[in-house]
């Protein structure tokens, strides 16, 4: 059984509180996403304690440095929602998020829609679509407060996939490793620049059982 838990690293060190339930909440989405992935094959971190670090403990990570994602209702576009992380766990942690899970590979998609329904994620819904071709329709144009992504793509193209998707000030919150971020910089200053967004970066914290340092880079619309 996954054992969740607010002293676990780091949410004790980014000062994450467990809303009541949570913890059992995790345990659900554990057995309902390994059950799905004995068929479809959507992540290859499968034991207990890695898919509590890895997946749940990295996906609500965010939530320290962005805290209003804990209690405020914030219409978020998970681009390249994969197996459903960080979607899910999101979608669990606080219900008032409207989130919106989008892959190009179709069973993905209809993957993290049956875990959501599973799971009683009445906040969570799933499309089947490449970001930029959703980006231009109108009922997906400026449409988002946040738009995340992890492990998708470098930051410079995910500025340009992202950015017509956000509201007026809206905010790009990527799930990074602090190499990755080094290794991006020129390209992610060049196109932050052209667009018109602030970067952020959050403080670098390291998950434990050597899943590695994390970091986030936020991009804050100017318009």
């Known amino acids: 059984m996954i054992n969740l838990q607010e002293s676990d690293a780091p949410l004790a060190e980014l000062n994450i509180k467990l809303p009541q339930g949570f913890s ?8 309902v996403v390994t059950k799905i992935n004995e068929t479809h094959n959507l992540t290859r971190i499968t034991s207990l304690e890695d898919f509590k670090i890895r997946h749940l403990i990295d996906s609500i990570s965010s939530i320290g440095y962005y805290p209003e994602l ?6 978020i576009l998970d681009l390249g929602c994969g197996g459903g992380f960080p979607c899910i766990p999101l979608a669990a942690y606080n219900p008032k998020l409207d989130i919106t899970g989008l892959d190009s590979e179709g069973m ?13 994620l009445d906040n969570l819904k799933t499309i089947h679509a ?6 231009i329709k109108e009922e997906h144009k400026a449409s988002y407060d946040l738009v995340t ?7 410079d193209k995910l500025i340009k996939e992202c950015r017509q998707f956000l509201k007026p000030k809206g905010r790009i919150l990527l799930y990074k490793t602090p190499d990755a971020i080094k290794k991006e910089d ?3 200053q060049r196109e932050a620049k052209k667009y018109k967004f602030d970067i952020e970066l959050s403080p670098i914290f390291t998950l434990p059982n ?14």
Do not use: N
């Open 24 to 31: 059992e909440k995790a345990e659900e989405i554990y057995q």
């Open 70 to 75: 804990a209690t405020d209702a914030i219409k």
């Open 108 to 120: 993905k998609v209809k993957c993290v829609a049956q875990a959501a329904k599973e799971l009683g």
């Open 130 to 135: 490449r970001g930029r071709e959703l980006a």
């Open 149 to 155: 992504a992890r492990a998708v793509a470098t930051a």
């Open 186 to 188: 020129k390209l992610t």
């Open 210 to 223: 050597d899943a590695g340092e994390r970091q986030f880079i936020v991009f804050h619309s100017q318009r």
